[in-house]
């Protein structure tokens, strides 16, 4: 039996927290999902990565995996220590079909905890297990960011069955649209996510935010921008259009600083620039 090193497999270090090691794990998952990629071996892969994020997500299984040492190296003949059984073994049913590799089985037992239903055991007892958290996006146009309000949503996620393999699932939801949310924000829904075993809570489901291209305005973050142009106003009679003009108001500070004061005066005598003060109906000279 080959040692597997989980870390090398997510490609983050020993001491990798757990938001980088679900980070890791989100990327590689997306890459060789057998959904997207059609190499031969992806799939493989895919089921290398699900098993290194099952055992680093979990702090028990980390702490377990980790006690091994950090001496075992990949591709190097591994046996489980005298007496590791006896100390860690989980309780599964021991059925056939399990998504993980024979490392994972000798650490961890039968299907690493889990039973047929998904639930984790230890000793003969189920063990509460949260759901994973799940990812989807949402694209909304700029009125709908503007107005806020409920939105009814249908979307596809990932979702690992009973089976340890992850399909995508046809979701429909109504969801509330927070005022002002910009592009790659997250909207969270509370008990949305991977249903939970042994009785655990569900996970939550996270909205990635994509604003729509808007005809008229470009979004920046909270601002919008239009350029103004000649010609862009309401049709006329015959070929008469109208333009669009925009009246700017400038606000500016009451009370200044002795040290804002002194910086104004400064730009003052610097600048080249000779603004001409235009009254209201003021032709424009030339």
């Known amino acids: 039996m080959k040692f597997r090193d989980y870390y090398e497999i997510l490609g983050v270090p020993r001491n990798a927290s757990q938001n980088d090691i679900q980070k890791a794990f989100r990327k590689l998952a997306r890459k060789y999902h057998p959904d997207v990629n059609k190499d031969p071996d992806a799939d493989n892969r895919f089921k290398e990565i699900n098993e290194a994020y099952e055992v680093l997500r979990d702090p028990e299984k980390r702490k377990k995996y980790d006690a091994l040492g950090a001496d075992w190296k990949n591709g190097q003949d591994f046996s489980p220590p005298p007496g590791w059984e006896g100390v860690f073994q989980f309780g599964g049913d021991g059925g056939g079909g399990s998504p993980f590799s024979d490392f994972f089985e000798a650490i961890f037992g039968s299907m690493g905890g889990f039973n047929t239903m998904g639930g984790q055991r230890f000793g003969g007892h ?3 297990r949260r759901g ?15 107005a806020g309000g409920k939105k009814h949503v249908e979307f596809e996620v990932l979702e690992r069955g009973n089976d340890g393999r992850a399909r995508r699932t046809r ?16 909207i969270r829904l509370a ?15 996270y909205l990635e935010v994509q ?4 005809p008229c305005f ?14 862009k106003g309401l049709p006329g009679k015959g070929d008469c259009v109208g333009n669009i003009l925009v009246e700017v108001r400038i606000v ?17 005598k ?16 030339g």
Do not use: H, M, Y
């Open 218 to 231: 470009e979004i920046e973050g909270q601002d919008l921008r239009i350029t103004v142009i000649k010609g």
């Open 252 to 268: 500016v500070p009451k009370e200044l600083s002795p040290r804002e004061k002194e910086l104004f005066e400064a730009l003052k």
């Open 211 to 214: 604003v729509r291209k808007d």
């Open 270 to 285: 610097e600048s080249q620039f000779k603004p001409e003060i235009k009254k209201r109906g003021q032709k424009k000279r």
């Open 132 to 146: 994973r958290d799940l990812e989807s996006k949402i694209e909304l146009t700029l009125d709908e960011i503007a």
């Open 171 to 186: 979701r429909s939801l109504d969801v509330v649209i927070p005022k002002g949310v910009t592009q790659g924000s997250r």
């Open 191 to 205: 008990g949305q996510g991977e249903k939970g075993s042994g009785g655990g809570p569900p996970g939550d489901l």
């Open 126 to 128: 189920s063990l509460r």
